[in-house]
């Protein structure tokens, strides 16, 4: 029989014992505290009725018992948490990038592309600009812009550079041709095209001759499959929008911040020029790729690449955290299961 | 629970806690209270569980469905309505079957090598 003593003893036994209870996990803490705390109470009548009172060995056993298992279980809730959020988090970190990384490479694709545009060509050619700068390149219109020029490529790498810097920027007019849409273009001023046959390397001279270079091209252009290497130069041209279009190669330094890129043309150019909507995450993939080439890397590129990409994934970021704290608000609260008696 | 767990898990030997829950709750169904009880006395207080391991244990083969929960309560008149019984599952029974055939199988083997118990050290020991 319970005095009132041995209640008020008890109670105050339930509310440190509810104590650590209180520290286990809350979904633990739910299913068993309950259940916990009438084994608990059961001990301690137990221990009162055998030894008439309750001593520090009961306590020391109760306390290192509740410790040990508040570890235990924030452990097991660690181990499976962790690794649940870890995977759903890495796949929602690769979704996010991948979709990202395919937004973003479609928009420096287009952004660029109207950045280069925009010095060469009126407003009303924009929309055809893209693929036209592209089918331009791919084609062997080149083979026609040299022909027309007045300068003669057989110089060498000095005087090609110096050649460059004198000509930057200047117009080659309608030498685009064919193209009616080309004719109003400031064609950035390419110096050198390069044809490649059985391994052997041509410079395509302004008279239309091929000359052979071999020797004087890096061993890296040599192996490539690439048909053309054409040394372009470009002004108000970043290294990005060079990007869109080749492989760059090298990168000229050249007077008044001026830029030369030694460049070829990306195989996506020879097989998708009717799918080039489908290939933008292509492109996309070959300008990182192509920032990766130490050679032409620049901090002024690289935060140029994150600044963009951030200004995608941040966004995307915040929606998705959006829907999961709508979700989480406004979903379905989970009935209580009522346990049969 | 994973197949391959289950299998790792009944081929390793159990933990002496929940082998000596499994054999209380072979006898019957039991209350937390009644298993530690029990537990103590079937291991000759070697085995002494507090509430915390107790329920460690039994939320442990709860999840690895060794054990369930009782809807029906064994004698509600006699007892606390609030309290949760639990029996042994068809798979607790197995593993409880097949961890005490390790031991007859274990102990067969130490008779057939003329292992004797040294109780006095509490070691193995031959004769």
Redesign the interface.
């Given at each position: 029989m319970n005095t009132g003593q041995d209640d008020a003893s008890l109670r105050k036994a339930v509310s440190i014992y509810k104590f650590f209870l209180s520290l286990y996990p809350r979904k633990y803490k739910d299913a068993y505290a309950e259940q916990m705390l009438i084994v608990f109470k059961d001990l301690y009548r137990e221990q009162k009725e055998k030894y008439g009172g309750i001593g520090v060995k009961f306590w020391l056993e109760i306390i290192a018992d509740a410790v040990g298992s508040i570890f235990q279980q924030y452990m097991n809730k660690l181990t499976i948490d962790v690794l649940k959020k870890f995977l759903i988090g890495t796949s929602i970190a690769i979704s996010v990038f991948v979709i990202a990384f395919f937004i973003v490479s479609a928009m420096i694709w287009l952004f660029n592309t109207f950045i280069a545009t925009k010095g060469f060509a009126t407003k009303r050619y924009l929309s055809s600009f893209s693929h036209k700068y592209s089918s331009v390149i791919k084609n062997d219109i080149f083979n026609d812009v040299f022909r027309q020029a007045k300068k003669c490529n057989q110089l060498t790498r000095e005087e090609q550079i110096q050649l460059c810097r004198s000509e930057v920027g200047k117009t080659i007019g309608d030498v685009l041709l064919e193209e009616e849409l080309a004719k109003d273009w400031y064609w950035p001023h390419d110096l050198s095209f390069v044809k490649k046959e059985n391994n052997t390397f041509y410079k395509l001279g302004w008279d239309g001759e091929l000359k052979d270079i071999s020797s004087d091209v890096r061993q890296d252009i040599l192996t490539d499959k690439q048909s053309y290497v054409p040394l372009i130069l470009q002004r108000n041209c970043n290294y990005f929008q060079i990007a869109n279009i080749c492989e760059v190669y090298e990168t000229l330094q050249l007077d008044k911040g001026n830029k030369g890129y030694l460049v070829r043309l990306y195989p996506a150019f020879e097989e998708m020029e009717f799918k080039f909507v489908i290939s933008l995450p292509f492109y996309g993939f070959l300008i990182f790729k192509s920032l990766l080439n130490s050679q032409h890397f620049s901090w002024g590129n690289f935060f140029f690449m994150i600044f963009t990409f951030i200004n995608i994934t941040v966004p995307l970021i915040i929606v998705i955290f959006a829907l999961r704290f709508y979700k989480r608000k406004f979903r379905e609260k989970p009935k209580l299961k009522k346990r049969s008696r | 629970m994973s197949k391959l767990k289950m299998f790792s898990e009944q081929e390793a030997p159990l933990t002496p806690a929940v082998f000596y829950i499994l054999l209380s709750l072979g006898i019957k169904e039991r209350h937390?209270?009644e298993i530690?009880k029990q537990v103590q006395e079937d291991s000759k207080g070697k085995v002494?569980?507090?509430?915390?391991?107790?329920?460690?244990s039994?939320?442990k083969m709860l999840d690895e469905k060794l054990i369930a929960?009782v809807?029906?309560?064994p004698d509600?008149l006699m007892d606390?309505?609030?309290?949760?019984y639990y029996k042994l599952t068809e798979l607790g029974k197995k593993m409880l079957s097949a961890e005490l055939q390790r031991f007859a199988d274990a102990l067969e083997i130490a008779k057939r090598s003329k292992l004797s118990i040294s109780f006095s050290l509490g070691k193995l020991a031959y004769v």
């Open positions: - | 937390g209270y530690m002494k569980l507090g509430p915390g391991t107790l329920y460690g039994i939320k929960e809807n029906e309560r509600p606390d309505e609030r309290r949760r």
